[in-house]
């Protein structure tokens, strides 16, 4: 393996300094792109999207914003299911389109790249090393963490070869990738965006031999396994990967040098504190809200249910007055003409009879009873 190593960058995130996601239309070139891109790059950038279910499509030309909200149907019916329950308690301004549920939940975007600037690194390089990572990635995490796009470039200066737009000429070949991903966790309703979910659904943990922190938690095992395996890749082809991190040392800078890259460090950090937490933060509401639901939707149960059983005991006690009722005023008139029926006037014809042959009114009325008494 050659000496001289070079560096690889594996980059990650899902939101600009000022809170907005990264927006996938520059990956495809079907944006705003600014005059950096080279007038005539001497190898054609590659774009390829991938299915919920992980089938890869080549494209010469794509719109990957028109891809990733084909890709976000999938998780629909949660959202769905999530705006009934908000529409059930009128928590109306809690409902979220799929828009504003994808801006919440944006991909995470990973950049790689070989090498620098002043290193002329085959592009094969670069585009092996992708491929390998991403056949591992969805072959070890591919139930929670989907490939949504990826992106090859070769026209911007540094990363490939041809002419910039002042008539300069960029050799170095490398090129850089852009990959979006997607943790996706499954839950009652159905597919949900949610990373913390993900990974643990995939078993994935913090380093057990120390405390949990900022700098020790699922994401930064999930991001160490990742990067190594890029790295991996790059090396088995024949390229040493140098992973000692560049942080200039103490004695080859002056104090303010020094404390100036701390502070940079320091503010790297915090950034990257401020992401992590601001995604359990709002994973932690998501879920308290769904809870609140659930619980008031409860409640509600409970109230018609009481309602219910008011009502029934309400009828119980009308239909108890009635038969009082009954008791009181029809079963002495049953018993009087039981009565009529065993007095005898002639050739067995009863005084009951004799009513009933000559008032009809009487006879309906006693069948009535009888009927009654039957039911």
């Known amino acids: 393996m050659p000496e001289n190593k070079v560096r690889t960058m594996v980059h990650r995130g ?16 079907s944006g705003s792109i600014g005059n950096h891109i080279l007038a005539n790059p001497t190898r054609k950038n590659i774009y390829i999207t991938m299915d919920f279910d992980g089938k890869p499509t080549l494209h010469d030309e794509v719109d990957f914003e028109a891809h990733e909200k084909e890709f976000y149907e999938a998780f629909r019916p949660a959202l769905d299911a999530q705006n009934e329950r908000y529409r059930k308690k009128r928590n109306y301004d809690r409902i979220m389109s799929m828009r504003q549920y994808r801006q919440a939940h944006p991909p995470e975007e990973i950049i790689f790249q070989v090498g620098n600037k002043d290193q002329e690194i085959s592009p094969e390089v670069t585009q092996i090393a992708v491929a390998k ?15 949504c796009s990826v992106a090859l470039h070769f026209d911007e200066p540094g990363s490939g070869g041809g002419l910039t737009s002042d008539g300069k000429v960029s050799k170095n070949l490398s090129g850089h990738a852009h990959v979006r991903g997607v943790f996706c966790a499954e839950s009652s ?15 994935i943990t913090h380093d057990e031999s120390r405390p949990r922190g900022r700098y020790n938690n699922p994401k930064i095992t999930f991001t160490k396994e990742t990067r190594e395996l890029f790295n991996r890749f790059v090396e088995e082809q024949n390229i040493a990967v140098e992973t000692v991190p560049a942080n200039p040392g103490k004695h080859s800078m002056t104090k303010e040098e020094y ?33 609140a639901q659930r619980r008031d939707q409860l409640v509600d149960e409970v109230v018609v249910l009481t309602k219910k059983k008011s009502f029934l005991e309400t009828t119980l006690r009308g239909l108890e007055k009635t038969v009082e009722y009954f008791k009181k005023t029809v079963l002495p008139i049953q018993k009087f003409f039981d009565k009529l029926a065993n007095i005898r006037l002639w050739k067995g014809h009863s005084a009951l009879d004799e009513l009933l042959d000559n008032d009809a009114p009487a006879y309906n009325a006693l069948k009535e009873l009888e009927e009654m008494d039957e039911r």
Do not use: M
């Open 259 to 291: 404390i100036a890259e701390q502070l940079r460090e320091h503010q790297r950090e915090l950034q990257d504190e401020v992401e992590e937490l601001s995604n359990e933060c709002l994973e932690i509401q998501t879920e308290a809200a769904l809870e």
């Open 14 to 29: 899902r939101r600009r300094r000022n809170g907005e996601a990264f927006n996938p239309r520059h990956n495809s070139r």
């Open 133 to 147: 990572w991403l056949d591992a990635v969805r072959e070890t995490y591919g139930t929670r963490y989907r490939i």
């Open 189 to 203: 309703d159905g597919w949900i965006v949610s990373e913390n979910k993900a990974l643990a659904q995939l078993g």
